[in-house]
């Protein structure tokens, strides 16, 4: 290249600022050993002003800026000459003046005989927009990257070449020149190209064409190409040939290829928390982007949301089962390994898999040989398997997460014949661990799951039942289906004298803490309960239950705990009398359904809500008669309420459900439920049926008695012949005890008259009645004591024993069990 031309190369390939749409790759000229450019682009043309025919066939120095540059121009000219090539950026103008930062590259082509000529490549760097990329031209021009370049003519021959491109496909330049791309590539490819090439030559446009080839320097693996391909016009704008320039894109590409896998990891690994399904979603991701078989195997416990323990050892030289729970592969056949998903797995103790669960550290065995190791020798089934597979390349990922071992991630390659490498463990360890994330947030929910759950069975009644006095159902739907569990309950409680106590209450809020506070207030009124409390009364103390709990909240200065407020509604029913006394705190009325199918709302003070300090004015008590077979409904709100709807509309629904009184409970509740709209509740929803029942007059049996001691015999006279009628006759002496001492508190401790109740349901009430108020208290009698063993010796001899609260004093009661062979009347 003659001196003054090359001086000043770096200044005649100029571009207006273009979007980055009709930015072309780069420009391309060719300069000859005299100065003289001898080839031109359209894409130079677009990037400078140029025509070719305004610059093939003149000097160099026709487009360059005034003479002032020349001394530094020469000195470029001397380095290229130096060092073969240069490559940089630099400041030039425009056909029209103006002027562009420029990233220049000067490489050496050589030709047959050793000629020698310069190829001029530069693209705008000035009009790139931050975080834009270009083409992989582009890209190698900024990045200062090596790139092959050929030169053909018309004919498709090669004319002149670098010394780069013999790295990429390992032929020397004196068996390239004349010849095509069939001496270099494979015949597909070279085809291929050739067609690209001919259309360039026609066409006069830059292409871009992408393949895939083993270079020399590395043949175990495959690499991505990407040529780009440039028409060289000459003076009068006429195809000369095509330009070559190719660029090796495999970090890029696999770059690219990485960052996909990885987003869609983002999208499709842990889309439930479930353990199974995540385990799954994580094999399905790797086949077959990046393996041609992939496995899950999780330690045995984990997909029971059971966390295993932080030493990954083996116990006595045994492996740990595995569970299998993901499998994804080109073909399932050869996978089973020979298990199928979900069947317990049991590593061989020598094998790779093992030492990766022991160690906590990946193993990667690029050639896989399938006849060599214990661990497959010892298992002829999988060897076989492993045999038929294919598989030559493996890798083994432990699943960590928080100090454990979760599993392990197993990838193999068969299809496939690239073998696995070290970029291919690091993007399978960064995979697994963003797995590893999903997979321990699934076993953190399925172990609170399970929490909640047994929380739920132990704070619900597990078996409801209404004795004597009604026949229940009943149906729980908590808003947190989530975890099973929320705020609202229901009982049934079993009291004294064949009576049962409903409850139905709602904590204010969903989830695992207000099913927490639902079990304090459960507990809490079934305790107040066993006091045989009026509903007036119960509520009351319930209420200061409440709020000692908020005080006891409030007491914690680390947070500023929320309020707990609840409503309930409380009912106790006699069957004797077939009366029901209820008081309800803030909680929707009952309905009450009689045999004809009539639906009512009883007339019920709503009381204040409990925990909220509104309980200035006292609950209400009302008592109602209900014929036998009638039908309470007790509710929370959230199975009449919703925020399209009134309460009142609900209520209507509710009642249209229930209006069938020939209709057994249970199917009274499905119907209920169905009222329901087909969208998750926006709140717990509770229903309690209870079906009343009535005693016959034949199983009761009462006496009005004088305060005297000859009572005691006449009590126990009565008793004994009425259970004789019964058919009771074994528990007559057990009976007869109690009512002596029974009577004879009341004579002892009272002033008016007594009354004497037996009772035969499923089980048999005697209860004694007296005017003082003061209920009776055990004690422990000293040695000598005369008095103090009654309450005693009635412990003793009955099933159990209390005493409740009447209007003109108090009942002491106490039960025994029926004889097996005691029918009921």
Not at 184 to 201: D, F, G, I, N, T
Not at 342 to 370: I, K, N, Q
Not at 612 to 617: K, N
């Amino acid at each position: 290249m003659g001196r003054t031309a090359m001086t000043n190369t770096d200044h005649f390939l100029l571009a207006e600022p273009v979007g980055p749409r009709d930015m072309p790759d780069a420009a391309i000229a060719m300069i000859d050993a005299e100065g003289i450019v001898v080839g031109w682009t359209h894409a130079a043309q677009q990037l400078v002003g140029y025509s070719a025919g305004e610059v093939v066939g003149r000097s160099a120095v026709h487009v360059l800026p005034p003479p002032q540059d020349a001394r530094r121009a020469s000195a470029f000219s001397e380095q290229c000459r130096a060092q073969g090539g240069w490559s940089g950026t630099a400041a030039i103008r425009h056909r029209d003046g103006h002027t562009l930062r420029m990233t220049l590259r000067v490489s050496l082509l050589r030709g047959q005989d050793a000629d020698t000529r310069w190829l001029v490549s530069v693209t705008d760097i000035g009009s790139l927009s931050p975080g834009a990329t270009g083409g992989p031209v582009r890209e190698s021009l900024l990045a200062r990257a090596p790139i092959g370049i050929v030169v053909y003519d018309s004919q498709l021959r090669c004319v002149w070449v670098n010394d780069a491109m013999e790295r990429y496909d390992g032929l020397p330049r004196h068996r390239r020149f004349g010849r095509g791309l069939k001496d270099s590539l494979p015949a597909v490819e070279a085809e291929a190209l050739k067609v690209v090439m001919r259309q360039v030559l026609e066409s006069g446009t830059t292409t871009v064409h992408e393949y895939r080839a083993w270079p020399p320097a590395d043949r175990r693996r495959e690499h991505a190409f990407s040529a780009s391909f440039f028409c060289l016009q000459g003076a009068a704008g006429t195809p000369l040939g095509v330009c070559s320039m190719t660029v090796d894109v495999t970090g890029n590409r696999r770059a690219r290829e990485r960052l996909a896998i990885l987003s869609e990891a983002g999208t499709h690994i842990g889309s439930t928390l479930d353990v199974m399904q995540t385990a799954q979603e994580l094999a399905e991701l790797t086949v077959p982007l990046l393996a041609d078989h992939a496995l899950v195997d999780l330690v045995e416990t984990v997909p029971f949301g059971v966390e295993p323990s932080a030493r990954t050892g083996t116990t006595s030289g045994r492996s740990r089962p595995m569970r299998r729970a993901g499998l994804a592969s080109i073909d399932l056949g050869v996978v089973e390994l020979p298990w199928v998903r979900e069947e317990v797995v049991h590593p061989h103790p020598a094998s790779p898999f093992s030492a990766a669960m022991r160690t906590g550290r990946s193993y990667l065995e690029p050639v896989l040989d399938a006849h060599a190791g214990p661990w497959v020798d010892r298992d002829p089934v999988r060897a076989q398997k492993v045999r038929d597979s294919g598989v030559h390349s493996l890798m083994v990922i432990p699943i960590r997460a928080r100090r454990c071992v979760l599993g392990l991630a197993l990838f193999g390659r068969s299809v496939e014949q690239t073998p696995f490498q070290e970029d291919d463990l690091l993007l399978a360890e960064e995979l697994v661990t963003r797995a590893a994330l999903s997979l321990d947030n699934a076993l953190q929910y399925a172990r609170e799951r399970t929490a909640a759950l047994t929380l739920q069975r132990d704070l619900l009644p597990h078996r409801v039942g209404g004795g004597a006095a009604v026949e229940v159902a009943s149906r729980y739907v908590p808003a947190d289906l989530d975890h099973g569990v929320g705020g609202d309950w229901f009982d049934v409680i079993e009291l004294s004298g064949a009576r049962v106590a409903l409850v139905v209450g709602d904590v204010v809020g969903h989830g695992i803490n207000a099913a927490a506070t639902m079990g304090r207030l459960r507990t809490a009124v079934r305790t107040l309960a066993d006091l045989d409390l009026p509903p007036d009364e119960l509520l009351a103390h319930l209420d200061d239950t409440v709020r000692r709990l908020n005080d006891e909240d409030a007491d914690d200065s680390d947070q500023v705990p929320p309020v707990v407020g609840a409503t309930c509604l409380y009912a106790v029913y006699d069957p004797v009398t077939r009366r029901c006394t209820m008081a309800r705190a803030g909680h929707p009325p009952p309905l009450v359904v009689d045999a004809q199918g009539g639906v009512t709302v009883p007339d019920l003070p709503a009381g204040a809500p409990l925990g909220l300090g509104l309980g200035l004015v006292p609950f209400e008590s009302v008592e109602l008669e209900l014929p036998e077979g009638s039908v309470l409904a007790f509710y929370s709100d959230g199975l009449v309420e919703s925020r399209d709807e009134d309460i009142d509309v609900g209520l209507q629904r509710l009642g249209a459900a229930l209006a069938q009184p020939e209709v057994s409970l249970e199917d009274l509740c499905s119907r209920a439920m169905e009222t329901l709209s087909a969208q998750t509740p926006a709140d717990d929803v509770t229903l309690l049926l209870a079906r009343t029942r009535a005693l016959q007059p034949a199983q009761v049996a009462s006496w009005d008695l004088p305060n005297e001691l000859v009572t005691v015999p006449m009590a126990r006279h009565l008793a004994a012949r009425q259970l004789r009628e019964w058919g009771l006759e074994p528990l007559v002496t057990a009976v007869e005890s109690v009512v002596s001492e029974l009577v004879s508190n009341a004579i002892c401790h009272g002033n008016g008259p007594i009354r004497l109740r037996l009772i035969q349901h499923q089980v048999l009430t005697c209860e004694v009645s007296d005017t003082n108020t003061g209920q009776p208290r055990p004690r422990r009698p000293g040695t000598l004591d005369e008095h103090g063993r009654g309450l005693y010796l009635v412990a003793r001899l009955s099933r159990r024993w209390g005493s409740r609260s009447a209007a003109d004093g108090k009942v002491v009661w106490a039960e025994q069990d029926l004889p097996s062979t005691a029918g009921a009347l």
